[in-house]
């Protein structure tokens, strides 16, 4: 199995595929001005505690104040507050937790009110980015992630991913942190650190201390609300949590972005250096590596599967639900179990990649084909949790019920990945009225002339649909040859399959839009 990463650079965000054996699996989109990512850790200030909630509501900054339940705090609770404040009144001299005397950890039956009170300043970090109306939700039970280990200030313990299978690996891991880390910081082991050397571990750590020292002096000077460690951007952070052996690209369309994502590579995999391309083609590079006819297919209501069978994806305001359709997929000489259950594994595998692409959170009912045979729906149960080990959110699975039915929870930390794939009447927009066709050519033509005379604009690029473009290039005097003689200047069309279908637009030499 391969994977390769196809990072799409613009103005407003960074869209980020990944895709396994040259299908799309997963599709992360990062905004250029989100200051509320998981991981972010903000300086809070408490504005109201709800007894009745056992939680408070934490002014970060957002329109909406972040929400704060007592089983979020965490055991070390009191005593990041009291780093807090003996950090912000100047008593607290290093980040180093050697001579800090951490305070008793808090009960797990205990009341909010016990703990904060209203107005006070508190260090927080984001476990839950703002969805529809709710703001973030957060947590101070503050961690900070590297390659192969997670830090966690005022705990001495050191723990071992429970993926990681052998006895023996999590021993040694076990006495090698131990040995190394310092005094009243935790450390959970990751799954990726199996294998790895001292050297490795070691230099992941020394990362982490320092950021936590970056994270301190921030601190020093801070007046809430106010972000004291930003976690590292979404395209390092897949990377971090991703990277492995199976990857065999990662393509950039952005030469900045290119070189920041080569420098990140180089720091946690120096041999992967080479992997990192940066893409140059005339296209865009989604059209260029089928992510965009991917995510047309992928998106919709409708998810066809190769078999011949299909899903159907609703949303309400409680769950999603999934519906499992054979289609034309049945086989005249099979029997209908033995048809319902090839189905159904087929079903599993795409369900379990819907998920992850989408990033479903929350209750998701599944209703696959029915089938009689107990031994079948082991088979069926089998194969999605086998399929859904991939997907590294949180979730549960619950057995199929006698209806069918496959109930799966599914952690949610990030709004849904929701694209529209429908498009509006390319004729009408959606106004019930549309322009004569006949007259396109014209009102292209016209804005060309203004663009090349008027603005001075000596190359220009027109992007179109795939079908206009063949119409404007096709025959030894084409349309577009035609306009370059009548206007002069140097024109291009270029095909782009995501627009729709009499959608068209300018670009003048360095690929810029030219509004008319």
Not at 108 to 121: C, F, M, P, Y
Not at 125 to 152: D, F, N, W
Not at 279 to 288: L, Q, R, V
Request: hydrophobic residues 35%.
């Amino acid at each position: 199995m391969s994977n390769e990463l196809i990072i799409n650079s613009s103005a407003t965000e960074v869209v980020i595929a990944l895709l396994s054996d040259k299908r799309l699996v997963e599709l992360n989109r990062e905004k250029g001005n989100n200051d509320f990512s998981v991981g972010d850790i903000y300086l809070g200030r408490v504005k109201k505690v709800m007894p009745g909630l056992n939680a408070a509501f934490v002014d970060v900054g957002y329109e909406k104040d972040a929400f704060l339940h007592y089983l979020d705090m965490g055991p070390q609770a009191s005593s990041f507050m009291k780093f807090t404040k003996m950090t912000l009144s100047g008593k607290q001299n290093t980040s180093n937790l050697m001579y800090f005397k951490p305070e008793r950890d808090i009960p797990k039956d205990g009341k909010i009110g016990n703990i904060v009170s209203s107005n006070e300043q508190i260090l927080v970090q984001i476990a839950k980015e703002p969805i529809s109306t709710k703001g973030p939700r957060i947590t101070s039970e503050i961690s900070l992630a590297g390659r192969y280990l997670v830090l966690v200030p005022f705990s001495d313990k050191v723990s071992v991913s429970q993926k990681l299978k052998t006895r023996e690996e999590k021993d040694r891991l076990k006495k090698l942190i131990q040995s190394i880390k310092p005094k009243n910081f935790g450390v959970i082991i990751r799954t990726v650190a199996e294998g790895k050397s001292v050297e490795d571990l070691e230099g992941d750590l020394n990362d982490l201390v320092k950021k936590w020292d970056h994270c301190y002096h921030q601190l020093k000077t801070a007046k809430p609300p106010h972000r004291v460690l930003g976690e590292i951007k979404r395209t390092s952070a897949i990377l971090r949590d991703l990277l492995n052996a199976s990857f065999s690209n990662i393509h950039v369309n952005d030469a900045n972005l290119y070189e920041e994502t080569r420098k990140y590579i180089r720091t946690i995999a120096p041999d992967k250096e080479g992997i990192v391309k940066h893409y140059k083609g005339a296209e865009p590079i989604f059209d260029h590596f089928g992510v965009d006819k991917q995510i047309k297919g992928l998106f919709g209501k409708h998810v066809n599967m190769k078999s011949g069978a299909y899903l159907i994806v609703e949303h309400t305001e409680a769950l999603h639900v999934i519906d499992v359709n054979s289609g034309n997929r049945a086989k005249s000489d099979n029997s209908q179990e033995a048809n319902a259950l090839e189905v159904n594994l087929d079903a599993a595998a795409e369900v379990a990649r819907q998920l992850r692409l989408r990033d479903m959170g929350g209750i998701i009912v599944v209703d696959f084909i029915d089938m009689h045979n107990q031994e079948n729906r082991k088979k069926l149960f089998d194969r999605l949790r086998d399929e859904m080990k991939k997907d590294r959110a949180k979730h549960n699975i619950l057995p199929p019920s006698k209806f069918g039915l496959v109930q799966i929870t599914r952690q949610r930390v990030r709004p849904e990945m929701n694209i529209q794939t429908t498009e509006k009447c390319p004729t009408c927009a959606g106004t019930g009225e549309i322009q004569a066709s006949i007259l396109l050519m014209d009102q292209i033509e016209n804005n060309l002339r203004y663009i090349v005379k008027e603005q001075n604009q000596k190359n220009v690029t027109l992007c179109v649909h795939p079908y206009l473009e063949a119409y404007l290039t096709k025959g030894l005097f084409s349309v577009r040859k035609k306009w370059s003689w009548k206007i002069g200047g140097k024109i291009k069309v270029r095909p782009v399959s995501s627009y729709q279908f009499l959608e068209y637009h300018f670009l003048d030499k360095n690929e810029d839009e030219i509004k008319v």
